[in-house]
Structure formats: C-alpha cells, structure tokens
C-alpha cells in the first residue's frame, strides 16, 4: 500500500512543472538598443563657426548634438585618413598583421609628396613606427607603404576603404587615395561620415598610443615627429584624431576628447585657417562637455521569469546596461523592465523575452533587449512517460 501510494505521489508530482533544468551562470549578449531620434534637447549651440560644414557627435551613443551642412560632399585632405587607420587597425585585430611587423617601402611609397618623413625606397620600419608617423606627422609615404603591405596594392587598399565606408553607413563619401592628396580627384566625404569612421576608430583603443603624442621620434631618434592636432597639446581630455590640408579642401579636423566617461568628437570641414580650424573645434567641444553627460543608469534585477510547459517553471533572464546620453541638471534614469505575456517553451538561450526601457523625465531615451539567460525545454509526453517510468522503476 505504501509502495503504491508512494508511485501515486511521484507522478502526481511529475505532473508539475520541472525545475530539474539548472540555471547557467547568466550571461550578457551583444545589445540590441533601440534609440529614439526624437528626443528633447534644450541645449542650444549658438557659436560662430567660420567653416563649411561641421557635427558635433557624442560617441558611445552615436547622438549628434550639433550639426551644420553635415551631409554636404566635401574633399577633406588627410583625414581620409582616419579610414586609412581604421583598415590597418583592424588587419591587427584579426591577425592579418602584427605591430612589430617589418614594412619594406616601395619607390611608389617613397616617391609621396606633401605631409612625409621621407621613407627611401627598400627601407623598411616595423608597423608600430608607421603608424606612429601616419598618425602624429600625417605621413602619406607611410599611408601608402602601409596600403601596399596589408593589401598588396594601393588600388585594392581604396577598394577596400571604399567597401568599409558603405558598411558604415557613410552615405556621401568616396576615397580616390589612401592619403587625401587632390591627385587622383582626392575624393570627397561630409561632416557626418568622417564623425562616423572615426567613432568606429575610437573603438580600437591601440590608436591611443599615438593619437595623444606631441612630440616624439623614429628612427632610433634620428628623426623628430610633431603632431599636427595640437588640441592634443592644448585642449583638456583631448586623445585625437585627425587633421587635414590642401588648397582644395582648406583647412579640416576631426577632433576628440574625453572628460569624465564622455568620449566627443568634433568635425570641422572647409575652415579659412588652421587658428579657426582648432577654435571651431574647441567651441563645439566645450559645448558639448558643459551641457551633457554620459550615464549608465543602475541595473534592474529581473526576478525569475514564469514560463508555461517547460522542464522548468522558470528561467532567468538579463541585459546590457547601455549609455546614456542626457543633459547635465536632468533628472535620474528611470529603467522599466517589460517582459513578454504568456512565454511558453521551449526557450532558447539568448531569446529575446522582454525588454529594458530607459526614461528621463518621462521621456523614452532608448530601449535594450531582455534575453535568457538559459534555456528551458518544452516537456513533451514522452519526456513526461519518462521521467515516471524511470520513478516507478525507483521503488521496485
């Protein structure tokens, strides 16, 4: 009697949702944030800036506080390369090439005019002391040895800084050469574009060993290097990027700073002078550090999520904390978690079941997927046949 009623209990509890599936050490996928374009912005740039186009742009957030002219096609000299280190950038990441690799220079390469340090055909300087010269001294000799030695070619190098630019979305944007230079038409770009491929540059922080040099050499010494971007020298926070000159494109900087955890880039196109470059670089940059401030707001505990017809009850579930963007003075970021009705298994880990809303003030800034943190089985008739059988068998 006490064997029977014990099978009874068993498969009664059988019956039960099954909480035997564990729970994995949770963990966060790649964000799916969704930002609200239409967002209320009391700051107000009232600046004087003497160039043809310029954007002021917040970085981890890809906001845009300011912007003039900013999908205007315009040549923009040397900060094509910022493309140019993008690519030499990314050819380290994935192994293509190592930083203490051995460049040999062609007769091409040498033969470079404008911006250079003067490499001599056959020479040969490791990839951390090209890209030292590319981005402190601007050196179009060693933007185009660098080109030759990842891609074989100059020809295939543009092609490739071409196809990158479209998966970045740079919508108004061609690249003739590697340097910038008018030969070859040059190309042109917009003040939007160049803040987008430099946002993407900003994310290899490998380039900071050079972006913030003064002064510094090659060459054992033997030859002097000075930066171009001298807000590196004279701005606060300033880690960058890139200017730009020729007769045709005038006077350009894609400039960056970093004060307390906000990372800003400023983009000046077509300035008359180098003295109005900078200053027009610097307002938008004060601009934007005396009104705005980057947050990541607390994160939400999600409690244990219900789910129907599952080998477990539940299962937890979790987000990235995205960066926010607010004005300085606002209120606190409220986070509102809102999970999906009625989930039913099978859930697959990493599925999308809900999502963080971020507000400020009432207003929605943006939004982060909740994904699971696990997955849960659906409990099918022949798991559950199973599971008693294997019971029944326990007390025999």
Same mark, same amino acid.
């Given at each position: 009697?006490?064997?029977?009623?014990?099978?009874?209990?068993?498969?009664?509890?059988?019956?039960?949702?099954?909480?035997?599936?564990?729970?994995?050490?949770?963990?966060?996928?790649?964000?799916?944030?969704?930002?609200?374009?239409?967002?209320?912005?009391?700051?107000?740039?009232?600046?004087?800036?003497?160039?043809?186009?310029?954007?002021?742009?917040?970085?981890?957030?890809?906001?845009?506080?300011?912007?003039?002219?900013?999908?205007?096609?315009?040549?923009?000299?040397?900060?094509?390369?910022?493309?140019?280190?993008?690519?030499?950038?990314?050819?380290?990441?994935?192994?293509?090439?190592?930083?203490?690799?051995?460049?040999?220079?062609?007769?091409?390469?040498?033969?470079?005019?404008?911006?250079?340090?003067?490499?001599?055909?056959?020479?040969?300087?490791?990839?951390?002391?090209?890209?030292?010269?590319?981005?402190?001294?601007?050196?179009?000799?060693?933007?185009?040895?660098?080109?030759?030695?990842?891609?074989?070619?100059?020809?295939?190098?543009?092609?490739?800084?071409?196809?990158?630019?479209?998966?970045?979305?740079?919508?108004?944007?061609?690249?003739?050469?590697?340097?910038?230079?008018?030969?070859?038409?040059?190309?042109?770009?917009?003040?939007?574009?160049?803040?987008?491929?430099?946002?993407?540059?900003?994310?290899?922080?490998?380039?900071?060993?050079?972006?913030?040099?003064?002064? @510094?050499?090659?060459? @054992?010494?033997?030859?002097?290097?000075?930066?171009?971007?001298?807000?590196?020298?004279?701005?606060?926070?300033?880690?960058?990027?890139?200017?730009?000159?020729?007769?045709?494109?005038?006077?350009?900087?894609?400039?960056?700073?970093?004060? @307390?955890?906000?990372?800003?880039?400023?983009?000046?196109?077509?300035?008359?002078?180098?003295?109005?470059?900078?200053?027009?670089?610097?307002?938008?940059?004060?601009?934007?550090?005396?009104?705005?401030?980057?947050?990541?707001?607390?994160?939400?505990?999600?409690?244990?999520?219900?789910?129907?017809?599952?080998?477990?009850?539940?299962?937890?579930?979790?987000?990235?904390?995205?960066?926010?963007?607010?004005?300085?003075?606002?209120?606190?970021?409220?986070?509102?978690?809102?999970?999906?009705?009625?989930?039913?298994?099978?859930?697959?880990?990493?599925?999308?079941?809900?999502?963080?809303?971020?507000?400020?003030?009432?207003?929605?800034?943006?939004?982060?997927?909740?994904?699971? @943190?696990?997955?849960?089985?659906?409990?099918?008739?022949?798991?559950?046949?199973?599971?008693?059988?294997?019971?029944?068998?326990?007390?025999?």
């Amino acid at each position: 009697m006490k064997k029977c009623l014990a099978v009874l209990m068993s498969f009664l509890f059988l019956l039960q949702p099954f909480s035997v599936c564990a729970y994995e050490k949770p963990q966060f996928y790649p964000p799916a944030y969704e930002v609200f374009e239409e967002w209320t912005q009391t700051a107000s740039f009232t600046g004087n800036l003497e160039c043809k186009a310029s954007l002021l742009m917040e970085a981890s957030t890809g906001r845009i506080l300011y912007q003039s002219n900013e999908n205007e096609e315009l040549p923009i000299a040397s900060v094509t390369k910022i493309m140019s280190t993008l690519l030499v950038c990314e050819a380290i990441d994935k192994g293509k090439i190592k930083i203490d690799d051995m460049v040999t220079v062609s007769a091409y390469a040498a033969s470079m005019g404008g911006s250079q340090v003067y490499l001599e055909p056959g020479e040969q300087m490791s990839v951390d002391e090209m890209l030292k010269c590319l981005i402190v001294a601007s050196a179009n000799d060693a933007a185009v040895a660098l080109a030759e030695h990842i891609y074989g070619s100059v020809e295939s190098f543009v092609a490739a800084m071409n196809d990158r630019a479209q998966a970045l979305g740079m919508e108004h944007t061609l690249f003739a050469n590697t340097t910038g230079l008018d030969e070859d038409g040059g190309g042109y770009s917009s003040a939007l574009d160049v803040a987008l491929m430099t946002r993407e540059l900003l994310k290899h922080t490998i380039i900071f060993n050079y972006t913030t040099i003064w002064m @510094d050499t090659v060459r @054992d010494g033997a030859f002097g290097l000075s930066n171009t971007n001298r807000l590196v020298r004279f701005y606060q926070g300033a880690n960058g990027m890139k200017t730009g000159f020729t007769t045709e494109a005038m006077y350009c900087v894609s400039a960056t700073a970093l004060r @307390d955890g906000m990372q800003l880039i400023a983009v000046v196109l077509g300035s008359p002078s180098s003295d109005k470059r900078f200053a027009a670089a610097k307002q938008m940059l004060d601009f934007g550090f005396a009104n705005y401030r980057v947050v990541q707001p607390q994160a939400v505990e999600i409690p244990p999520i219900t789910v129907k017809g599952g080998c477990a009850e539940s299962f937890r579930a979790s987000y990235t904390v995205p960066s926010v963007l607010a004005e300085k003075g606002s209120g606190e970021i409220v986070t509102e978690t809102r999970i999906e009705e009625n989930l039913k298994a099978p859930i697959a880990k990493g599925q999308k079941v809900g999502e963080a809303v971020f507000l400020l003030e009432g207003e929605e800034l943006c939004r982060a997927d909740i994904r699971a @943190d696990s997955s849960v089985e659906k409990l099918t008739f022949d798991k559950l046949f199973k599971k008693i059988w294997k019971n029944i068998l326990s007390f025999v």
